[in-house]
């Protein structure tokens, strides 16, 4: 079958145009997941950030966020070329080795998923140690029943809705007045924009905190990793990984790097380097 010249280039202006996909709003949500079934009183907790285009989204921690952020990557040039011009003696240096970023109830895990409605495609990208792993999968679709309770959050008002995804069930508040068919994490599908979720057993929640509009049309929801330079994996064997490194983080980072000294960077206390281990493993999805 031949193709035409015209149609390729349609195909071709399409890819593109959907790689540009301008990133509309940033949406925070503080983000509570209990790993530990025996330790449910210390949750992983982190700030996430979804960014929302109009036929895709970014997301990802806040830290991996701002790490991208033009402003901050633009000062953090300024920052290398003034060190760049002082006399060498005087540059600060710190002793090499791998980092473990840990918090109150263990390590701090770096991902990002980039949903796509067009393509009806989700991508995973997830930073376990030393080594990044990516996979691609089909965007699940959810079942959601929608009930006539409103509420207000921050200023918008929003509606309750039941679905159940990863075999947990999801009570989420959406609203109208942000059109977007999307919400944080793997959650997607009510017409309007998901402000705040929790799984009935109240082991995960997702926590609307603010919301802000891009205007800079050089920013988009693409990826902020670079795919081949990461592992490519199914989701199955990214689940293994993943408990893998979340259970035991220094055994995971010194197999990766048997004959380096392991640093420990704890966010919620600097002092204290010893890791919270994980006793009861709860993934995120159950099925």
């Known amino acids: 079958m031949k193709i035409s010249a015209q149609f390729l280039a ?3 202006f399409s890819n593109f145009i959907f790689s540009q996909d301008v990133v509309k709003l940033n949406v925070l949500y503080q983000f509570s997941y209990v790993r530990d079934l025996e330790n449910k009183d210390v949750p992983y907790k982190n700030n996430m950030i979804l960014s929302i285009g109009q036929g895709s989204s970014r997301y990802c921690t806040e830290k991996l966020f701002n790490d991208n952020d033009k402003k901050i990557l633009e000062a953090r040039k300024k920052e290398q070329e003034r ?3 002082m006399p060498l003696a005087s540059i600060p240096t710190v002793a090499g080795g791998p980092m473990l970023t840990i918090g109150k109830s263990g390590p701090i895990v770096t991902e990002e998923i980039v949903k796509s409605s067009l393509s009806k495609k989700i991508s995973i990208e997830t930073i376990l140690g ?3 792993y990516h996979t691609e999968t089909d965007l699940q679709e959810i079942e959601w029943a929608v009930f006539p309770e409103i ?3 921050g200023n918008y008002d929003c509606q309750k809705a039941i679905g159940k995804f ?3 069930t999801y009570e989420a508040w959406f609203t109208k007045e942000i059109p977007y068919q999307d919400g944080p994490w793997k959650l997607h599908g009510l017409p309007g924009l998901i402000l705040e979720a929790h799984d009935t057993a109240n082991e995960i929640s997702f926590i609307f905190k603010e919301i802000s509009k891009n205007d800079d049309p ?3 929801t693409n990826s902020f990793f ?3 330079f990461s592992i490519a994996t199914n989701l199955e064997d990214l689940n293994i990984a993943r408990k893998a490194f979340e259970v035991d983080p220094e055994g995971v980072m010194s197999a990766q790097a048997p004959n380096a000294r392991l640093y420990i960077r704890n966010i919620d ?3 204290d380097k010893a890791v919270q281990k994980i006793k009861k493993y709860n993934p995120m999805e159950l099925k």
């Open 10 to 12: 349609f195909l071709l």
């Open 218 to 220: 050089n920013i988009f």
């Open 83 to 85: 060190l760049m011009s």
């Open 226 to 228: 670079n795919s081949q």
């Open 130 to 132: 030393l080594k990044s």
């Open 151 to 153: 509420k207000k959050i």
């Open 166 to 168: 990863g075999g947990r």
């Open 269 to 271: 206390n600097p002092s």
